[in-house]
Each structure stands twice: as structure tokens, then as C-alpha cells.
């Protein structure tokens, strides 16, 4: 059906940078938003920041000045690019894409697999 592979996870010190990639493939006839989670042990799954097809975007506070979202709608790939980053950004990263899939006009969220970025002090 469709598919979300992610990639870019590792470990990092603090102050550092990461970029996340998030690749959709499959039965795909459009994409609205796309968004990245993140999940730390022992703690809910919470929205890091989200992109609209249109480019509009939104951020936790906690990121805000430090992350960057943006997507190419040409490739279905949206990015996560992560800097200055801090011990507590450390979690599980998530990728969500809100899809209306071919064929059966399904609309639903999908969820990539995860990869995991650690920032140590």
C-alpha cells in the first residue's frame, strides 16, 4: 500500500546537527501533511513539527529556532534538519504522512519506522 522509509538517525554531540529524511512510496495520489515525532523511553509520542503541502509549517517550542522542516513533493521525501542540538533531544524519530492512496481513495496517516538520534553531553 504505502510506505514511509526513514533515514539519517545517529549519535551526536551536543551542539551538533542531523538530517532526517523520510522517503513515501507506493499507492500514493497525494500527500497533505507530513510531520516528524518523537518518542522518548518512558515518555509519549509527542509532534516535533509539521509541513503542509503548501509549504505551511509548525513547531514545538522546544525546537523552534533550531529545527528545520521542509519537504520535496516531487520526490513524496520530507526532511528534518536538526541543529544545535541538546542532550534532551534524544528520542526515537518518527515520520507521520497524512496519504490519499490510489485506487481506494483511503485517506490515513502513515508512520515510518523510526530511527533513533542520540545527543550526548
Known amino acids: 500500500q504505502v510506505q514511509l522509509v526513514e533515514s539519517g538517525g545517529g549519535l551526536v554531540q551536543a551542539g551538533g546537527s542531523l538530517r532526517l529524511s523520510c522517503a513515501a512510496s507506493?499507492?500514493?495520489?497525494?500527500?497533505?501533511?507530513m510531520g516528524w515525532y518523537r518518542q522518548a523511553p518512558g515518555k509519549q509520542r509527542e509532534l516535533v513539527t509539521a509541513?503542509?503541502?503548501?509549504?505551511?509549517?509548525t513547531y514545538a517550542d522546544s525546537v523552534k529556532g533550531r529545527f528545520t522542516i521542509f519537504r520535496d513533493n516531487t520526490k513524496n521525501t520530507v526532511y528534518l534538519q536538526m541543529n544545535s542540538l541538546k542532550p534532551e533531544d534524544t528520542a526515537v524519530y518518527y515520520c507521520?504522512?497524512?496519504?490519499?492512496?490510489?485506487?481506494?481513495?483511503?485517506?490515513?496517516?502513515?508512520w515510518g519506522q523510526g530511527t533513533q538520534v542520540t545527543v550526548s553531553s
Open positions: 507521520n504522512a497524512n496519504v490519499v492512496s490510489s485506487g481506494g481513495l483511503l485517506r490515513r496517516d502513515y
Open positions: 507506493g499507492s500514493i495520489f497525494s500527500i497533505n501533511t
Open positions: 509541513i503542509t503541502s503548501g509549504g505551511s509549517t
